[in-house]
């Protein structure tokens, strides 16, 4: 069963940057991509970006293209989200998610692509 854990929610004022980090564990092999997705209140879940877990490709939705960067640490298992130049229009509850599929870069934006998933963490923009 992979697991995921998400951690590096926080406070911040508009303009600044925070860390997200995803915690990726359970068997070798179980998923290929791993994606962000965030729900702000009253709101459905929405794509945020996507990376290849082996290939390190990656996705992102035109609302934080050139803000948003994913990474990787394969030591750690872990996958990160470096929110730069945050806007109050991306405060929201931040999860991330594993796919056993592989990654495409015209795919990965639906949640029904998406197999395993972590509890979420908060963001908060002031302005």
Not at 29 to 44: D, E, I, L, P
Not at 75 to 89: H, I, Q, R, S, V
């Amino acid at each position: 069963q992979v697991q995921l854990v998400e951690s590096g929610g926080g406070l911040v004022q508009a303009g600044g940057s925070l860390r997200l980090s995803c915690a990726v564990s359970g068997p070798t092999g179980s998923w290929s991509t791993v994606g962000w997705f965030r729900q702000a209140a009253g709101k459905g879940r929405e794509f945020v970006a996507a990376m290849s877990w082996y290939g390190g490709r990656t996705l992102y939705a035109e609302s934080v293209k050139d803000r948003f960067t994913l990474s990787r640490d394969y030591a750690k298992n872990t996958g990160d989200l470096l929110m730069n130049n945050l806007k109050p229009e991306d405060a929201a509850n931040y999860y991330c998610a594993a796919a056993a599929r592989l990654f495409t870069t015209q795919g990965m934006r639906s949640e029904s692509e998406y197999d395993y998933w972590g509890q979420g963490t908060q963001v908060t923009v002031s302005s």
